[in-house]
């Protein structure tokens, strides 16, 4: 099976209790949970039974060794995750408001993860790699962009595939030249996953379907828009498919966009067919609303099949 590669973020999250709840006095909080979306990503692929592994950096801390452990349990290829004394692992304290939208207070670029690079084990993973995805949110810093676009090249000269979720944090992308390394992902990636608005970033269009000509004019196999309940739309050079959501009851979106993009990825380099590939993400996505904490949703592929046998689609 082809082997799949991220790099990026990895930290732990820890969540305020309640709605609203501010992070400028005490509160209660839940966590810690594993998280970064490359991390959330790979484990999901990983659970799948997908070959998979991060390029990522930890601290020698109980924060790093969580998200390894979890990492390695869900299956996934944990020997690019460097393990740096001096440095803490990344941390992201999170805030649910009543409208449903997110506060977050981020701690990534003066964490161990600002420590990334395509050190010696980040090379040999990479030289058995066949796909990479790239999420913005991993973009995060010149020196994160540059591991980024190293394992792009070095997959695509070997004739592998890339694949792209602008995941737009605007909190933790403020590297200088995060645009130009944004333009320059979806330029090399093959499979375009975004959510939502994140679509008309990248267009000058003002409709879906114009959008989606237009960069699939640009080289792009094919744009897969997420669209949170209501589910996912697939389009290539043929035409549209569209996908129904799971109907489920959601405590938490974190990771939902990042479980689907695993799902849609590890099925498309197996060949599914678009519909196929589209139900298992949907499937993954729902599950991973149903739980708090952005890892706590990632199943195995027999629950997730067994999720699909009884789920009702919206
Ligand atoms: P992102 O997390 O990247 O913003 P979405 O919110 O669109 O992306 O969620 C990604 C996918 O997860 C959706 O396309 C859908 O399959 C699934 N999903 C998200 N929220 C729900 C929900 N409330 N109920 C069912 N499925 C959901």
């Known amino acids: 099976m082809r082997k799949l ?53 930890v601290g020698d801390d109980d924060f790093g060794r969580l998200n390894i452990d979890r990492l390695r349990a869900l299956g996934a290829d944990v020997s690019a995750i460097a ?38 084990a980040a090379t040999n993973l990479l030289a058995c790699a066949d796909h990479v995805h790239v999420m913005g949110s991993s973009l995060f810093s010149d020196r994160a962009i540059a591991v980024a676009l190293s394992a792009i090249e070095t997959v695509k000269a070997k004739g592998g595939t890339v694949s792209f979720d602008p995941n737009i944090r605007r909190e933790i992308m403020q590297a ?8 320059h992902v979806l330029a090399r990636a093959d499979i375009f996953l975004p959510s939502g608005e994140e679509l008309f970033l990248f267009s000058s269009a003002k409709d879906e379907k114009g959008a989606a000509d237009e960069l699939l004019a640009r080289g792009l196999s094919c744009i897969v828009l997420k669209k949170g309940a209501a589910g996912a739309v697939y389009h290539d050079h043929h035409g549209a498919v569209a996908s129904s959501g799971f109907a489920v009851d959601e405590v ?16 498309w380099l197996r060949g599914a067919a678009p519909a ?39």
Request: aromatic share 8%; charged share 15%; net charge negative.
């Open 83 to 120: 393990v740096h004394t001096g440095h803490a692992t990344g941390t992201a304290f999170v805030t649910y408001r009543a409208d449903a939208s997110r506060h977050f207070v981020f701690n990534i670029r003066n964490s161990a993860s600002g420590l990334i690079e395509t050190d010696a």
């Open 252 to 267: 938490d979106p974190t990771g939902a966009g990042d479980c689907f993009g695993a799902a849609f990825v590890s099925f």
């Open 5 to 57: 590669v991220s790099a990026g973020e990895i930290l732990v999250e820890i969540m305020a209790e309640r709605i609203g709840q501010s992070f400028l006095e005490p509160g209660p909080l839940l966590g810690p949970y594993p998280s970064g979306a490359p991390a959330i990503f790979i484990g999901q692929a990983a659970a799948l039974g997908q070959p998979a592994g991060l390029i990522g950096a």
């Open 276 to 314: 196929e590939a589209l139900r298992i993400a949907n499937a993954c996505g729902a599950l991973a609303v149903t739980r708090k904490g952005p890892m706590e949703g990632i199943f195995p592929l027999e629950a997730v099949e067994a999720f699909i046998a009884t789920g009702n689609t919206q």
């Open 176 to 183: 200088s030249g995060m645009r130009a390394a944004l333009d």
